[in-house]
């Protein structure tokens, strides 16, 4: 077996019986990231040199007897976390060299425990998009293809769309990832892999680029649902750095994903069901519940009548976040600058951000400032707060009758990466699953579930009561058994 294919839950297991150091564990995954990220761009920064002294640390402590839950696992840090001492992109031109003096809450709680950083992983700029096409360092490729059209390069995802390809093709054993609307969820859908976005709160945003600070959730992927488990038992917890940050203790997730589904009631939203669903998909669905049922939950219709809302809320909202968010990088004080002998302040900052920011990242801030503006304020802003509420107003009503609800994680598999550039609404169309769990601030999480007709990956989603990561986890692995998923990437290390 070659080093990369170890799950997480495995490597910790060889870690531990000696079977493996973690040098040659890191090693490998460098090896790999050498051969193959060239091709994928799944890292903007590779830090090789680091992570093998941290390795060497890790297999010292484990001699001594003092590892912690993580020691000597190498992980993919996605490039919106602030690391200290390492570049810190965003994605954007307009951070330049920025380097952190400072360590993310999130991914300092996995160094605490022991964890690897291999690099930073490539994302939209601001983690705004669903393809990872909108980088200032260049797309990331999907280590997926298309069955009958294997030279179409796909997309992975976005916006974390180097965490999930860089899981997916074996070039980490798990990621760190953020979701504002979708960007775990969905890319580890499009690459068949495991990823949860839990509730708002449960994970730290201290140290976190902010893109939308109300919807912002940082979360793990992996290549199961416990691996994201133990991930995000690491990852999560009360910081004073955050005052949204939510004070509850952190269960053991990864027990929870043995707990089985036996008597729960699952929700079946019947506002999901949407026209021009592909039928795999809803074919998939019902699979799932099937899956579900037999394993013995109950499937219930319920309704979320704001469903059809929560696109358009979500992009007044977000946008408008990220607009107040992004007015700090002025030229002044991070990052770049960029100015001309005799201009003055106001041209200062008109050069810098029209250089330093991209297109879809210029285009959030032109609606968010818009919807904000004096005179519509009330007619977009202040209305799609109110149609949030109505939104976690419909959860709260079906939590009274279900434990957990399953829906499709995406409306389509990975799509071409020059499919959909030209038109922005249909990008925003692949959100459309997972943006309620944002507005709402319920945990959700995508589990791979089966193949599409090209034999590529398709998810499911369960979502969750507020801080009940516990029954997510328990019917995302009654799910994933069911579904043995087994299938690989073309692309992938040790072969
Ligand atoms: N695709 C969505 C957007 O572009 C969600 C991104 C995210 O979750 N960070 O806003």
Redesign the pocket.
């Known amino acids: 077996m070659h080093p990369t294919d170890f799950t997480l839950r495995g490597a910790i297991d060889a870690l531990s019986e000696g079977i493996i150091s973690s040098v040659e564990l890191t090693s490998a995954h460098l090896d790999a990231i050498a051969k193959l990220n060239p091709r994928l761009n799944a890292y903007i920064s590779v830090t090789g040199e680091q992570a093998l002294a941290q390795a060497r640390a890790s297999d010292a402590r484990r001699a001594e007897g003092t590892a912690g839950p993580l020691d000597g696992v190498p992980l993919a840090i996605k490039d919106l976390f602030c690391t200290a001492g390492t570049r810190t992109t965003a994605g954007s031109r307009i951070l330049g060299n920025f380097t952190p003096p400072y360590e993310s809450t999130v991914s300092a709680n996995l160094l605490r425990d022991g964890a690897v950083f291999l690099g930073k992983a490539n994302l939209?700029e601001f983690?705004?998009?669903?393809s990872n096409t909108t980088s200032a360092f260049g797309p990331v490729e999907n280590p997926w293809s298309r069955r009958n059209d294997p030279e179409t390069r796909l997309v992975p995802g976005?916006?974390s769309g180097g965490s999930a390809a860089a899981v997916a093709a074996r070039l980490a054993l798990g990621a760190t990832a953020?979701?504002?609307?979708?960007?775990i969820r969905?890319p580890a859908a499009f690459c068949g892999i495991a990823g949860i976005k839990p509730t708002y709160g449960r994970c730290s945003r201290f140290g976190i680029v902010a893109?939308a600070s109300s919807l912002d959730q940082a979360g793990p992927v992996a290549r199961t649902v416990e691996d994201c488990a133990i991930l995000l038992r690491s990852m999560a917890g009360f910081d004073p750095k955050d005052s949204t940050s939510a004070d509850v203790p952190v269960p053991d997730f990864g027990a929870a994903c043995a707990r089985g589904v036996k008597g729960l009631r699952i929700g079946v939203p019947k506002e999901y069901r949407l026209d021009g669903t592909p039928p795999e998909i809803a074919a998939l669905w019902e699979q799932g519940l099937a899956w579900l049922r037999a394993q013995g939950a109950e499937t219930v219709e319920i309704s979320l009548p704001h469903t059809q809302y929560a696109l358009p809320t979500y992009y007044i909202v977000?946008p408008a976040e990220a607009s107040s968010n992004l007015a700090r990088y002025d030229g002044v004080r991070f990052g770049l600058r960029v100015t001309e002998p005799g201009s003055d302040l106001k041209d200062l900052y008109e050069r810098t951000r029209a250089e330093g920011f991209g297109a879809e990242v210029r285009r959030r801030i032109l609606i968010g400032t818009y919807v904000l503006s004096a005179g519509y304020y009330d007619a977009y802003y202040l209305k799609a707060q109110k149609i949030r509420a109505l939104i976690k107003r419909d959860f709260d009503e079906a939590f009274r009758t279900v434990d957990a609800i399953v829906t499709p994680a995406t409306p389509s598999a990975a799509f071409g990466m020059d499919e959909k550039q030209d038109d922005p609404v249909k990008m925003?169309l692949?959100?459309v699953f997972t943006v309620t769990a944002n507005l709402a601030g319920l945990p959700g999480l995508a589990v791979p579930a089966g193949l599409d007709g090209q034999g590529l990956p398709l998810g499911l989603q369960v979502i969750g009561r507020a801080f009940d990561e516990e029954t997510v986890f328990a019917v995302g692995a009654a799910i994933e058994h069911a579904a043995d998923f087994t299938a690989l990437p073309a692309l992938r290390a040790g072969i």
Do not use: E, K, R
């Open positions: 939209d983690a705004m998009g669903s976005g916006s953020t979701d504002t609307g979708g960007s969905q893109f977000a925003y692949n959100d």
